[in-house]
C-alpha cells in the first residue's frame, strides 16, 4: 500500500475513534448466548424448525448456489413460486425477486429514474434508496420527514415529465410509519409513482401483517411499486419487487443489479416461501409482535411505535457503544445506531419487539439496559 494511503486510513480511523463513531464486528455462536432485542427475525422464522427445514430441502434439490444470474442459469421454478406466493400474500401484480433488499431498492430507482424523472426521498429513508437516488442520474429532492406537504411542493413545481415518490413504509432507525394513503393521493394528483420500501413492515404492519400498503389499500394500484426484503420478518435472505406486469418487465430488462447479480441461493428462496406459508397461516405472530414492542416501550417509558423497532435515543455517540457494550456484557444484544445511521445527535439503542419473546425475557432485558445507563449517567 502506498504510505498516502496508508497515512489517510490512519487518519479517518483516529477521526472516527474520536468521534466514538468506530464501528467492530461481533461474531455470533450458534447457540443462543444473549437475549436478543438486536435482530430484525421479528417472527422467530429464521429458527423455525419448518422454515429451516425448507432451506435444506431446496438446497438438496437445487444445489448450493443458484450458478448463475437469473437470466441465465439462476431462475429456477423454485424462484417463481416464491414471486406467486409473495403476491399472494402482500397482493400486487407480479414480483421479482433480488439477491436482497438493498439490491431490490437499488434495481427499481435506478431504471426507472434518468435525467427526466425527478425523485423525492424522505430525508430519513434508508441508505439502499439514498444510494438508489445517488445512482438514478436523476434530479433528487430531499424532503423533511414524512412530509407529505413538501413532497407535494416538490411535485407541484418540477419541470421533469416524470417523478417517483420513494419512502420507507416503517423508518427503520425510529420506527415511524409512512402515512401510504396520503403518499399515494399526492402522488395521484401530480402523476407520479410512488415507491414504498417495506422492509420493516411485512410481517409486522396491517391485516395479518401484509404491510402499510395494504393497511391503506393501495397494495393493487399500478402507480404503487414496493420493494420487500426476505431478511427480517421472513428469517430468510434476498429481497423482491411488487408491481405491474409492465414495471416487472422493464426490471428483467434494465435492472442492473438483477440483470447482473447471481440469483438468489435456492435455500434462501425455499426458507423464504416457507416462511409466507407459515406468517398466513398463523398471523397471531403479528400481534405477539404488537405484544411484545407494547412491552418494551412502556417499561423504557417511551411511545410505542406501530413497527417493531422501538427507539431510544441517547444523543451521545460514545454513551450509546458504552451502554449497548455493558448489556452485552450483562446478556442482552440491543443494536447500536450511531452516525451516519442517524443526524449527529441523534443515537441510540435501536430494540426489536420479536413475537417469540417471552414476558420475562423482555423484563429482564429492559431492565438491564435500564440499569446500564443508569450507571453511566
Known amino acids: 500500500m502506498s504510505d498516502r494511503f496508508e497515512s489517510w486510513l490512519g487518519e479517518a480511523a483516529k477521526r472516527r475513534g474520536d468521534a466514538g463513531l468506530t464501528r467492530r464486528l461481533s461474531h455470533r455462536r450458534a447457540e443462543a448466548m444473549h437475549i436478543d432485542l438486536a435482530s430484525n427475525d421479528y417472527l422467530g422464522l429464521a429458527t423455525d424448525e419448518r422454515v429451516v427445514e425448507a432451506a435444506v430441502d431446496a438446497a438438496r434439490r437445487w444445489g448450493a448456489g443458484s450458478t448463475g444470474s437469473r437470466l441465465v442459469s439462476g431462475s429456477t421454478v423454485l424462484h417463481r413460486e416464491l414471486e406467486q406466493s409473495l403476491t399472494g400474500f402482500a397482493g400486487g401484480a407480479d414480483a421479482l425477486v433480488f439477491s436482497s433488499g438493498y439490491a431490490a431498492n437499488l434495481g427499481v430507482i435506478t431504471a ?53 415518490v420513494v419512502a420507507d413504509a416503517v423508518f427503520s432507525t425510529d420506527g415511524t410509519v409512512a402515512d401510504a394513503a396520503a403518499l399515494h393521493e399526492t402522488c395521484r394528483r401530480h402523476d407520479a409513482l410512488l415507491v414504498v420500501d417495506e422492509a420493516h413492515s411485512i410481517g409486522v404492519i396491517g391485516p395479518a401483517g401484509r404491510g402499510v400498503a395494504a393497511t391503506a389499500g393501495i397494495e393493487n394500484e399500478p402507480d404503487v411499486i414496493r420493494t420487500v426484503t426476505l431478511s427480517k420478518a421472513l428469517g430468510s435472505q434476498g429481497g423482491a419487487v411488487l408491481a405491474s406486469a409492465a414495471v416487472i418487465d422493464h426490471l428483467v430488462n434494465t435492472a442492473r443489479t438483477f440483470i447482473f447479480d447471481t440469483g438468489l441461493a435456492p435455500a434462501s428462496a425455499g426458507a423464504a416461501n416457507a416462511a409466507i406459508g407459515i406468517l398466513a397461516a398463523e398471523p397471531e405472530r403479528v400481534e405477539q409482535v404488537r405484544r411484545c414492542r407494547e412491552e418494551i416501550a412502556t417499561a423504557l417509558d ?17 454513551l450509546t457503544v458504552e451502554v449497548a457494550e455493558a448489556c452485552r456484557e450483562a446478556g442482552v444484544l440491543v443494536g447500536c445506531f450511531r452516525p451516519p445511521s442517524v443526524p449527529p445527535s441523534g443515537s441510540r439503542l435501536r430494540l426489536t419487539a420479536r413475537a417469540t419473546l417471552t414476558d420475562v425475557e423482555v423484563k429482564e432485558a429492559t431492565t438491564v439496559v435500564l440499569n446500564a445507563l443508569a450507571q453511566r449517567r
Open 112 to 164: 426507472l429514474g434518468g435525467p427526466d424523472v425527478l425523485v423525492v426521498s424522505d430525508a430519513d429513508n434508508h441508505a439502499s434508496i439514498i444510494d438508489a437516488c445517488r445512482l438514478s442520474r436523476s434530479r433528487t429532492v430531499v424532503t423533511r420527514h414524512r412530509r407529505v406537504d413538501e413532497i407535494d411542493e416538490a411535485l407541484a413545481t418540477r419541470s421533469e415529465p416524470r417523478a417517483i
Open 302 to 318: 417511551v411511545p410505542a411505535p406501530d413497527g417493531a423497532v422501538v427507539s431510544l435515543v441517547l444523543g451521545d455517540p460514545q
